[in-house]
């Protein structure tokens, strides 16, 4: 993973569902992998795509690359499942929390 030595030059966002991309971005020159689940997703494939890259994540060498999972937002019907199936996943860097209003918003993430 990245540190302040090496800083994020780029970033590349991948839709989790779509297994081909997700392969590939293990191929592709960039600092940073941002794994979406939110706005990359349709709602129908949601659940689908979580588990897509659970699977992935521990399956694909990403190497050195930042790995964060942006996940749909807590007031959604798939929020509170993205948190908790990657907070603790041992090939997840982070967790990019979309369209915080405040410090409330992150403090639930952390909860789960």
């Given at each position: 993973?990245?540190?302040?030595?090496?800083?994020?030059?780029?970033?590349?966002?991948?839709p989790a569902s779509k297994g081909r991309a997700l392969e590939?971005?293990?191929?592709?020159?960039?600092?940073?992998?941002?794994?979406?689940?939110?706005?990359?997703?349709?709602?129908?494939?949601?659940?689908?795509?979580?588990?897509?890259?659970?699977?992935?994540?521990?399956?694909?060498?990403?190497?050195?690359?930042?790995?964060?999972?942006?996940?749909?937002?807590?007031?959604?019907?798939?929020?509170?499942?993205?948190?908790?199936?990657?907070?603790?996943?041992?090939?997840?860097?982070?967790?990019?929390?979309?369209?915080?209003?405040?410090?409330?918003?992150?403090?639930?993430?952390?909860?789960?």
């Amino acid at each position: 993973p990245m540190n302040s030595a090496n800083p994020v030059r780029s970033m590349l966002y991948i839709p989790a569902s779509k297994g081909r991309a997700l392969e590939k971005a293990a191929t592709l020159a960039a600092d940073a992998i941002i794994f979406d689940l939110e706005d990359a997703v349709a709602p129908d494939e949601k659940p689908a795509a979580r588990a897509t890259l659970g699977a992935v994540l521990g399956e694909i060498d990403y190497g050195r690359r930042l790995r964060l999972v942006r996940i749909n937002g807590l007031d959604t019907a798939w929020g509170q499942e993205d948190a908790l199936a990657f907070a603790s996943h041992g090939s997840v860097d982070g967790i990019l929390v979309p369209k915080v209003n405040g410090a409330a918003d992150l403090a639930a993430v952390v909860r789960l």
